[in-house]
């Protein structure tokens, strides 16, 4: 008959939400720091000034007026590996490569617990999507 209950399709969404937002942080790291041939492309997300997790961190919370005028002036300029370069070394100068592992640490940790208290649903089909986004690659 499948599920039923209201409280259930929110626990779900709950923990299913939570694992979207980790997916999209991780899929914004790996655009800058996996290399090309571990992630499969080239990553664009500097060149195509994406909005993303790297850069919303950055600027928003974390950079001086000097540094946010090196975003301005190298973020989102089309395919210009020294303006990426100067990106991907203000994210590294300002600790983001750390900040991401700590956020990816804590998520696995608040995931877990959150999966722990499921009981209208099988906990297991949560840990296997966990499994397959935790620490991926490509």
Same mark, same amino acid.
């Given at each position: ?26 899929? +914004?790291?790996?655009?800058? /720091?996996?290399?090309? !041939?571990?992630? &499969? *492309? ?6 195509? =000034? ?13 950079? +001086?007026?000097?540094?946010? /005028?090196?975003?301005? !002036?190298?973020? &989102? *300029? ?6 990426? =370069? ?53």
């Amino acid at each position: 008959m499948g599920v039923q209950s209201q409280s259930a399709y929110d626990t779900a969404r709950d923990i299913l939400i939570t694992m979207g937002i980790y997916f999209q942080a991780q899929d +914004d790291y790996l655009d800058c /720091f996996a290399s090309e !041939e571990v992630l &499969g *492309k080239r990553g664009t997300d500097i060149w195509d =000034k994406k909005c993303g997790w790297l850069f919303v961190h950055a600027y928003h919370h974390l950079v +001086d007026d000097e540094q946010k /005028f090196i975003l301005q !002036e190298n973020y &989102g *300029k089309g395919p210009d590996e020294e303006k990426e =370069k100067v990106v991907k070394d203000l994210y590294r100068e300002l600790g983001l490569e750390q900040m991401y592992n700590t956020y990816e640490a804590d998520t696995k940790v608040a995931l877990e617990d959150q999966i722990s208290k499921v009981t209208e649903l099988p906990q297991e089909i949560f840990h296997i999507f966990l499994k397959k986004i935790f620490k991926r690659q490509k």
